[in-house]
């Protein structure tokens, strides 16, 4: 048997890499479908809401009010409080995704349609336009780069709140960290976990940053 404490850290953890490679990419896609289907599911609520809200002033400070006060909530708490109506498992982690992932979202729709150009709006008036081919080829396109950011935003924090799942039986790369915090000398396993994590969130952070600036009107 290989006594690997005699490695150095570098070396236990490309050990570990080799001989848990299958478990490591496993635990990663199913973080990132975790964390990918709760921002998914947030999207298709709140860009619909944040359209009603931009044409619905008097609401909107009050919805975004308690949008604001929800993400406040530690992420631990708001596991522990849905739990008792979601129960164990991925379900838990991808509901608790979608609730911190609205606000993002919602707040940038609601944002980027109020910032649209009036005049733009009146000249789709002129044209004969009705409110539907207003909001899907005037609001919705000159929206969209800064709906992108609320939605790149939202995985970012969806990578990390997918984590969590190793403490609720959702398991995830999370579950690499437990192992590495109860080792003895579990510092190449917590980096193990670490990486892949990090690695997930600036891949996703790099491709929707280069979506969002494909979508911005300015730069076209």
Known sequence: MIDITQYSVWDQLLYYYEMNG????????????????????????????????????????WILGIANVIQTIPSLAMLSILMLAVGLGPNLIVVTVFIYSVLP???????????????????????????????????????????????RNAFIMGVGVSTLGTFVGASGLGDILQQGVNASEGTSIILA?????????????????????????SAR
């Open 105 to 151: 979202i919602l707040r940038n729709t609601y944002t980027g349609v109020r910032n649209v150009d009036d005049n733009i709006l009146d000249v789709g008036k002129g044209m004969g336009m009705t409110k539907r081919q207003m909001v899907y080829k005037i609001e919705l396109p000159l929206a969209m780069s800064v709906i992108m950011g609320g939605i």
């Open 22 to 61: 299958s478990y490591v990419l496993n635990q990663f896609f199913r973080q990132f479908l975790m964390a990918i289907y709760g921002v998914l599911f947030a999207a298709i609520l709140a860009i619909p809401l944040g359209f009603y809200l931009a044409r619905n002033a008097k609401i909107a400070d």
């Open 193 to 217: 976990g670490v990486i892949p994590i990090s690695v997930m969130a600036i891949i996703g952070d790099v491709f929707l940053t280069w979506v969002e600036n494909k979508l911005d009107p």
